[in-house]
């Protein structure tokens, strides 16, 4: 069966900065596979170039067996397949949470004012907050901001969800709300490809933990092998400190 996600020899570069070095990776529908490694070790661009917000130098992205990194490729039918999360909310301060989720599905795909409202109420009581759809985002906490950047990416149905170190801007007592949500998501069957430095979920919820290092995965297999027993000396010393800094 092939793969939901098909990632072959990517490679990125800003001017002499190789950031993602001959990268592959294949991620199979319904599974979580967790990104792990130190910062810069290319985790977001990965993210970031999966979901066309970046262009590759070279290599192939497939994604439901079609290359997305195809020059004629639409863009925002790619988008339209692929929800992103990153770790500032990224919700416009000036519109209700209803409005945020509603604006690319009626601006960009055309959605029907009525249906693209039914479908915001929808996700927002999947993600337990419909009854704040005409809040504004600074009336919100932290963690009720990052839920509702979560719902506004569901809107569209996607079949891959990719979340970029979705806690690291909250404060610790509002990042289990939002593991909660992913976790729920794991359990309605979402691909999920996940950068996060939250150990102890990537324990609990990952199919596949992948070590990043260099632009590279240096590292990859089950939580409990990648985790509890690393082979790579890399790997073994970036869990040495997150031990040390209690994360573990």
């Known amino acids: 069966m092939s793969p939901l996600l098909s990632i072959q020899n990517l490679r990125k570069t800003y001017g002499s900065s190789v950031v993602l ?7 199979a529908e319904h599974d979580v596979v967790v990104l792990i490694g130190a910062s810069g070790s290319g985790k977001s661009t990965l993210l970031r170039c ?13 994604l439901e067996g079609r290359e997305i990194t195809d020059p004629r490729a639409d863009a925002d039918q790619v988008r339209s397949r692929i929800g992103i999360v990153f770790q500032s909310f990224n919700l416009f301060p000036h519109l209700s949470v209803l409005d945020n989720i509603t ?21 927002l009581e999947r993600v337990g907050l419909k009854h704040r759809a005409d809040a504004y985002p600074d ?57 996060t ?6 324990r609990q919820v990952a199919d ?35 031990i040390q800094a209690g994360r573990l």
């Open 50 to 62: 999966l979901d066309l917000l970046e262009t590759v130098d070279d290599g192939v992205i497939e």
């Open 103 to 123: 604006l690319a599905p009626r601006k960009v795909h055309k959605v029907p004012a009525e249906v693209a409202r039914e479908r915001a109420l929808a996700m």
């Open 208 to 242: 596949e933990v992948c070590f990043l290092d260099g632009g590279r995965v240096l590292e990859r297999g089950a939580p409990e092998q990648v985790l509890g027993e690393p082979t790579e000396e890399r790997t073994q010393q970036f869990l040495k400190r997150i």
């Open 197 to 202: 430095h939250e150990m102890g979920f990537a």
């Open 139 to 195: 009336h919100l906490s932290g963690g009720q901001q990052q839920r509702v950047a979560i719902a506004r990416s569901l809107v569209n149905d996607p079949v891959l969800m990719l979340f970029d170190e979705v806690t690291s801007a909250l404060d610790p007592e509002l990042v289990g709300e939002v593991l909660a949500m992913l976790r729920d998501l794991k359990s309605e069957g979402m691909t999920m490809l996940v950068a």
């Open 21 to 27: 070095r001959d990268l592959s990776l294949d991620v």
